[in-house]
């Protein structure tokens, strides 16, 4: 009964390769977002997806492309890996300001 | 261009002393304000939050007091416990379009010992 789930937890993966991560929430949020943590532990927003409609679109590169099939799901595509890429990534949702809930976090290690 | 700024990387306290954590805040539209706490591993977890219209929130062992004048907000946690030995997010909020982007902190780690 996980509310913010991300799949996977760990991914470890060579430069150059595409690769995906999954999110879902069965929170009925209307809102879900992809936030990336550094090596300086900075949180940091990339996307903010409203009822499937993107609304933030931070500085990140186009080789990060998000997707939202519905409401309860985000993923974040990611094409051409470099090493740069490598962080923890965290999906997360929110309804307005209640209930931000964030997921436990996918750590992407690019080799 | 840090917006939100957590001056101490780290603080130890005493069980059952009371542990305080800092926030300073730069942007003046920054409206809501939350403050999250993570272990290893996991995923933030909302703690408690306070809107820009207050200056103290409680919330059991859990006070957060903002200082808008000074750009300033603070956690106080009492009595600390072990448990609470975690890493502490501040995080602020300017209403972006109806979405919500949240502005961290880089986080103080909080060691509390028996």
């Known amino acids: 009964d996980t509310a913010v789930s991300q799949t996977p937890k760990y991914l470890v993966t060579q430069m150059g390769n595409d690769k995906s991560i999954k999110c879902e929430q069965n929170l009925g949020h209307d809102t879900m977002y992809w936030y990336k943590q550094d090596s300086k532990k900075f949180l940091k927003i990339m996307f903010s997806?409203?009822?499937?409609?993107?609304?933030i679109n931070e500085t990140v590169p186009n080789r990060f492309s998000p997707k939202s099939p519905d409401k309860a799901h985000l993923n974040l595509h990611i094409n051409s890996l470099e090493l740069g890429d490598s962080a923890v990534y965290f999906c997360a949702s929110s309804q307005r300001f209640l209930g931000y809930t964030f997921g436990s976090g996918t750590r992407l290690t690019v080799v | 261009d840090q917006q939100v700024k957590q001056n101490s990387p780290s603080l130890r306290v005493q069980e059952g002393r009371i542990s305080i954590l800092n926030c300073d805040y730069t942007?003046?539209?920054?409206?809501?304000f939350l403050w999250y706490k993570k272990y290893p591993a996991e995923g933030p977890t909302f703690l408690i939050s306070i809107s820009s219209i207050k200056d103290k929130n409680e919330d059991g062992r859990f006070t957060v007091f903002l200082n808008k004048s000074a750009k300033h907000l603070s956690l106080h946690i009492v009595p600390s416990q072990p448990g609470d030995s975690a890493m502490y997010f501040c995080?602020?909020?300017?209403?972006?379009?109806?979405?919500?982007?949240?502005?961290f902190g880089k986080g103080t780690k909080l060691t509390v010992n028996p």
């Open positions: 997806y409203n009822n499937k409609e993107l609304i």
């Open positions: 942007n003046s539209m920054f409206d809501y």
């Open positions: 995080a602020a909020s300017a209403n972006q379009g109806g979405s919500e982007k949240l502005v």
